[in-house]
């Protein structure tokens, strides 16, 4: 079984920056991409940044493009999300997931029902 697990969130002030740490983890558990999802109050979960190591992609929603920057650490089995120039409407609960089947490609990388290991979610709170 997989385990992921998030750190990392946090309150900042608008404009500020916070980084996000995922480490995955699990005896039989491989995936060749991992992603970070957000979910506000109210609002339905949307994909916020993907990486798929084999193909060396990266994936990213517009409204954070510019802003987030996704990266992994092979040797540590860790992915982070690097998130600069926070806004307020950046504020939700974070899931790092991975894919059901181990890998996604084009499409499947933002769409929340290809990935079927989450976390348990870290949150981040930007004030204005």
């Known amino acids: 079984q997989a385990q992921l697990v998030e750190s990392g969130g946090g309150l900042v002030q608008a404009g500020g920056s916070l980084r996000l740490s995922c480490a995955f983890s699990?005896?039989?558990?491989?995936?060749?991409?991992m992603g970070w999802f957000r979910q506000a109050p109210g609002k339905e979960r949307e994909f916020v940044a993907t990486?798929?190591?084999?193909?060396?992609?990266?994936y990213y929603a517009d409204s954070v493009k510019g802003r987030f920057t996704v990266s992994k650490d092979n040797a540590k089995n860790t992915v982070y999300l690097q998130m600069n120039n926070l806004k307020p409407e950046d504020t939700a609960v974070y899931y790092c997931?991975?894919?059901?089947?181990?890998?996604?490609?084009?499409?499947?990388?933002?769409?929340?029902?290809?990935?079927?290991?989450w976390g348990q979610g870290t949150q981040v709170t930007v004030s204005s």
């Open positions: 990486v798929s190591w084999s193909g060396g992609n990266y």
């Open positions: 997931a991975a894919p059901r089947f181990g890998y996604c490609s084009g499409r499947g990388c933002s769409d929340p029902g290809v990935f079927g290991y």
């Open positions: 699990g005896r039989t558990f491989s995936t060749d991409a």
